[in-house]
């Protein structure tokens, strides 16, 4: 979250300001309603049980309805849901052998700060190795097969160590839309590198001073402090922010 807008995270981790029930946003609504349901569904180990109907209902039984315009709006979105819910039921691409860590807040005190974060899900794969995946319910797929390592990936690294006394092997980014899972090795080369990466962005937050807002077009749609930041509306810096993060060098003309 500093990364993509360091306001946001002032607002949620140094203000400690909560959401209003009203300012809910329907895609968060959407994402821990899934979150939630896979974490259930992850936990069943009888066959009679896991089924998809079953996977199904889980999701009406832990559905959040805050957020949506209406009925219309949230049913469409309980649809798309559902959809996604059978593409993973129809081909899970994280198989496991063993489930170690569903939908898990952990804490770790790294000294000068603690470390904490959900896992959504820590598994032993057929070949043995451990693997957290952290499953994404957004359109856009931010990561591809040789990204650098992100502040997630040491966080979730560190954190389940933490919990099982062991550094995963494979760190992954599920993103549920697309069905497509992208993995990161983790090994005893990069190790150091993902430590120090957290601590370069520890260093980053501690000497950030202004916390400047980064508006784009979903801010009113998206963000839950829309509502008490100043620039979510302002068309100048939201259009200003996209034409600064053009890359040129992607297009033809
Ligand atoms: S509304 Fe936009 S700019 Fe403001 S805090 Fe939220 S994401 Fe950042």
Same mark, same amino acid.
């Given at each position: 979250m500093f990364k993509t807008c360091k306001r946001k995270f002032k607002y949620r981790y140094i203000d400690k300001i909560k959401p209003s029930t009203q300012s809910s946003s329907k895609y968060l609504s959407f994402g821990q309603s899934i979150h939630k349901t896979l974490s259930k569904f992850n936990k069943i180990t009888d066959k009679n049980i896991k089924? $998809? &109907?079953n996977l199904h209902n889980? $999701?009406?039984s832990n559905w959040i309805r805050e957020g949506y315009r209406d009925k219309d709006e949230e049913r469409d979105f309980g649809l798309k849901a559902l959809k996604i819910l059978t593409n993973y039921f129809n081909n899970p691409l994280d198989k496991h052998k063993k489930v170690l860590i569903t939908e898990k807040m952990i804490y770790k005190d790294m000294? %000068?700060? *603690?470390l904490c974060g959900i896992i959504d899900k820590g598994f032993l794969r057929s070949d043995n190795k $451990? %693997? *957290?995946?952290d499953y994404k319910t957004g359109g856009i797929v931010t990561h591809s097969n040789d990204f650098q390592i992100d502040l997630q990936l040491p966080i979730y690294v560190l954190l389940a160590e933490e919990y099982l006394s062991k550094y995963p092997s494979i760190v992954s980014y599920y993103y549920l839309l697309h069905n497509k899972k992208i993995d990161r090795e983790v090994n005893n080369k990069n190790i150091n590198a993902i430590i120090e990466a957290l601590w370069k962005r520890f260093n980053e937050i501690k000497n950030e001073n202004t916390f400047? +807002? &980064?508006p784009n %077009?979903? +801010?009113l749609s998206s963000c839950e402090y829309s509502s008490i930041c100043e620039e979510s509306t302002n %068309? &100048?810096?939201i259009i200003a922010n996209e034409l600064k993060n053009l890359d040129n060098s992607k297009y033809l003309f």
């Open positions: 089924t $998809l &109907n889980l $999701l009406r000294g %000068e700060f *603690i $451990l %693997e *957290i995946t400047p +807002c &980064n %077009e979903y +801010c %068309e &100048n810096a």
